[in-house]
């Protein structure tokens, strides 16, 4: 329960953690940040990290001059990629092996083909769009690998995504941050960016449902 309370904690005042750890061991934040969104896009049992903040405040402390920007842009884009490759990985690998493919009742042959086909004809635009939607981010690449969605494509628009993603909220944080509302209002910003994108996927998958019924 402690555990749970200083990760909650520690995605409401990123920015305090950050600084502080900045202050303490100075370059090692660049590891620390690299291993935080390696681990949120990579691996799909930690989909609660706070990407989208941590981007943003990254990007305001590198505009208050405590963080070099263009080192820690290139460092967390390719820990966004990476670890979206990774995740992919494990989901293409593991995928056949958990279903066992037609040899088990838990495999729905039918279901895995029209998942492949609307990975290779749709899969592009929800690679990239589930790079600002917290949880899917996670799962997305995942289950994009057990659809078995060609790796080719999938590198593509796991690097338009990336980019979008990462040097977006980095530079509206960069320009944005030193902004007095901003900084007054850090931690209402933080939780827009946790629960409005949240909010338009339970739409989305609500509409879903109806359409469906």
Not at 39 to 56: A, I, Q
Not at 90 to 95: N, V
Not at 163 to 189: E, H, M
Request: glycine fraction near 10%.
């Amino acid at each position: 329960m402690e555990l749970i309370t200083s990760l909650f904690d520690f995605i409401l005042h990123v920015d305090k953690y950050l600084e502080a750890f900045v202050q303490t061991y100075g370059v090692w934040v660049y590891a620390l940040l690299f291993a935080i969104i390696f681990v949120e896009t990579g691996v799909v049992v930690m989909p609660f990290l706070p990407g989208d903040s941590l981007l943003f405040v990254v990007g305001a402390m590198c505009g208050a001059g405590l963080m070099s920007y263009p080192l820690a842009v290139g460092l967390l884009l390719a820990a966004a990629v990476l670890g979206d490759q990774c995740n992919y990985s494990i989901g293409r690998y593991f995928g056949p092996k958990v279903f066992q493919w037609e040899q088990s009742r838990f495999f729905n042959k039918g279901a895995f083909d029209k998942a492949h086909t609307f990975y290779e004809t749709y899969g592009g635009f929800t690679i990239i769009a589930a790079r600002f939607m917290p949880f899917l981010r996670t799962f997305v690449p995942f289950v994009g690998g057990v659809a078995q969605m060609s790796r080719t494509k999938f590198t593509l628009f796991n690097v338009i995504g990336a980019c979008l993603w990462v040097v977006g909220i980095c530079t509206a944080g960069y320009f944005l941050g030193s902004f007095p509302w901003v900084k007054a209002n850090l931690d209402k910003i933080i939780w827009a960016m946790i629960l409005v994108p949240g909010l338009l996927v339970v739409v989305g998958a609500l509409r879903s449902r109806k359409a469906v019924a």
